[in-house]
């Protein structure tokens, strides 16, 4: 029988592997060929009797998601092994646009921010698209996506806050170089939202494109609730990638965030 | 054609931003009215901030909406600093939820302190949440005798105009609305969602939501708003706005032959996007103008009269 159409679904498929990245940070690969899903966008997890959470797509074949042990609900997906079902709704947002005729582009990722950053230079180097990629961590252990980095990046510049790899310091000193040295037709950045400032920032200064990918605190990730707003955007349909004049445009970017009351905290 | 009063201000049309749905933040609430709605409502405030319930918050259902939000918000000291020194022409309607008549009056008197500085044109008081603890029907609000104590608390605190948004899931609306009159109400808000109601995931074996029940909003509860609209209508003599599936101009027109003078929208938002108040007014006026119609006024109550 033909039923009403539901738009947000919610599908359950088993988890096909878990791959440890770090000592913190789990790659789970679904058993689904999300091929709608793009860069960028997210899916909400749900974890049944116990939550839900947004998470970026680290991959669309076969679906990936890649997890920080850091809350409740991470810890309990970071315990999920092969042959697990897991649930979870979208794809959600807008995902990174690339411009036409782009020849190279640049991405920038802090922490595990190079998750969807890698999901991204995939795509490109799949569209002849030449990816330039700079690495950010505190130390050489929270360097994760290495190997399939290297494997699409024409190539991969590392920065540790340490100097245990790579050249000692933030992105920056990276990222400020390379506009410098190259052309690029477009720099994303996804990070700690302070990094994504500054990179947006220099962008800016030399008229380069730029995209950012921004997180807020989401509860229903379609639109409704109001929860993931920054000034008047909502995260999860107007982002989370906003290019950096809409970032720059809200007041909040780079500054403060919401928590789960709507209470503006620092960032 | 759609302009009309609401108290202190005269808005472009009778159609509100319903509580609970973007306006968390005052930036949110300007989206709302930067897309074209008359007024805004924003989210109920609480004595203290809340986070709400766990995820996952909402569900779709056949022609519908399950949501458990479980009231987030920051608190009234907080909420009214946000959404203070209103100054656009939409009108602006503080909303505040109290565990009983003391909280509202507590929360009353809050707003009536700034009320000033706030701008705004009125307050809501909802008594009719239907998933939250301590609150709303689930604290046995909306007998005619709680909506008695509870409205004439707020009232001996401030002198705001004042909203009382009902459950349509209570039985007797009717004798809920004519309470909420008689102890001061300026007006009624008909309704909040219906239910609760639930949502299993045959896969998983679980309710979805984070709460288990959760109220149900959109087009499934159309019909039983239309129809507690048009007994109200004729039980008080206060103004009514209609809250409930309203998705399109011609629901809204619908709404107010049943009796509203101002309608509001939420669960539309999900299906047409913050856009969507600007749509509905453009349809309501396309109607108006195939059927021959020049003012709100015309339509107000027209399926009441006798033929």
């Given amino acids: 029988m033909k039923r009403f159409e539901i738009n947000n679904k919610i599908y359950t498929n088993k988890i096909r592997k878990v791959i440890g990245e770090n000592y913190r940070v789990k790659s789970i690969e679904i058993d689904h060929d999300m091929t709608k899903a793009l860069p960028g966008q997210f899916i909400m997890i749900w974890l049944p009797g116990i939550g839900e959470r947004p998470m970026s797509i680290g991959n669309n074949v076969p679906l990936t998601i890649s997890v920080a042990n850091v809350g409740n609900i991470s810890g309990e997906i970071c315990k999920l092994k092969a042959g697990d079902k897991l649930s979870y709704r979208g794809p959600y947002g807008k995902p990174f646009s690339v411009p036409e005729k782009a020849k190279q582009i640049l991405v920038v990722g802090g922490g595990y921010g190079i998750v969807p950053m890698y999901f991204l230079a995939k795509a490109a180097r799949e569209s002849e698209i030449e990816p330039f990629a700079v690495v950010g961590g505190k130390t050489e252990k929270d360097l994760i996506y290495q190997k399939p980095l290297f494997a699409v990046c024409k190539e991969v510049f590392i920065t540790t806050d340490d100097g245990s790899k790579g050249r000692k310091g933030n992105v920056m000193v990276e990222v400020d170089d390379l506009l410098q040295k190259k052309k690029f037709d477009c720099v994303y950045a996804c990070g700690p939202e302070k990094m994504m400032y500054f990179v947006a920032q220099a962008c800016r200064k030399q008229n380069i494109p730029c995209q950012v990918s921004l997180e807020r605190y989401m509860k229903c990730g379609t639109g409704v609730c109001g929860s993931c707003a920054i000034n008047g955007k909502f995260t999860c349909v107007d982002g989370p990638v906003f290019t950096a004049e809409e970032a720059f445009a809200a007041s909040e970017f780079g500054k403060k965030h919401r928590d789960a009351t709507g209470q503006a905290k620092d960032w | ?307």
């Fill in chain 2, 1 to 307: 054609m759609l302009e009309t009063k609401f108290f202190n201000k005269k808005i472009k049309n009778p159609i509100f931003l319903a509580s609970g749905v973007l306006g968390m933040t005052k930036g949110s609430l300007e989206t709302a009215c930067d897309n074209g709605c008359g007024g805004v409502i924003a989210k109920s405030l609480t004595m203290e901030p809340r986070k709400g319930h766990e995820g996952p918050n909402i569900v779709e259902v056949e022609c519908g909406i399950l949501n458990a939000m479980g009231y987030p918000n920051p608190g009234i000291d907080y909420g009214l600093k946000e959404f203070g020194g209103w100054d656009r022409e939409e009108a602006l309607v503080i909303s505040i939820v109290g565990k009983d008549a003391k909280e509202f009056g507590m929360l009353a008197e809050k707003v009536e302190t700034v009320k000033k500085e706030l701008g705004a044109s009125a307050i809501e008081a909802a008594i009719s949440c239907p998933h939250t603890p301590g609150y709303g029907t689930m604290a046995g609000q909306g007998t005619p005798e709680s909506v008695m104590e509870i409205v004439g608390a707020i009232r001996d605190k401030c002198k705001l105009p004042l909203i009382v948004k009902l459950s349509p899931s209570i039985p007797g609306e009717g004798k809920a609305a004519e309470a909420a009159q008689k102890a001061g109400a300026d007006v009624i808000n008909m309704g909040n969602s219906l239910g609760p109601g639930m949502k299993i995931d045959i896969n998983r074996k679980k309710p979805v939501l984070g709460f288990g029940v959760g109220g149900l909003t959109g087009p499934a509860v159309k019909p039983i708003i239309v129809r507690c609209v048009y007994d109200i209508y004729k039980t008080v003599k206060i103004p009514i706005i209609a809250t409930g599936g309203i998705t399109t101009g011609e629901d809204a027109v619908e709404m107010i032959m049943a009796g509203a003078s101002w309608i509001s929208v939420g669960s539309a938002v999900y299906y047409r996007s913050p856009k969507v108040f600007g749509e509905i007014a453009k349809e309501m006026k396309s109607w108006m103008e195939l059927n021959g119609y020049k003012k709100l006024a015309e339509l107000k109550g027209a399926a009441h009269e006798k033929i």
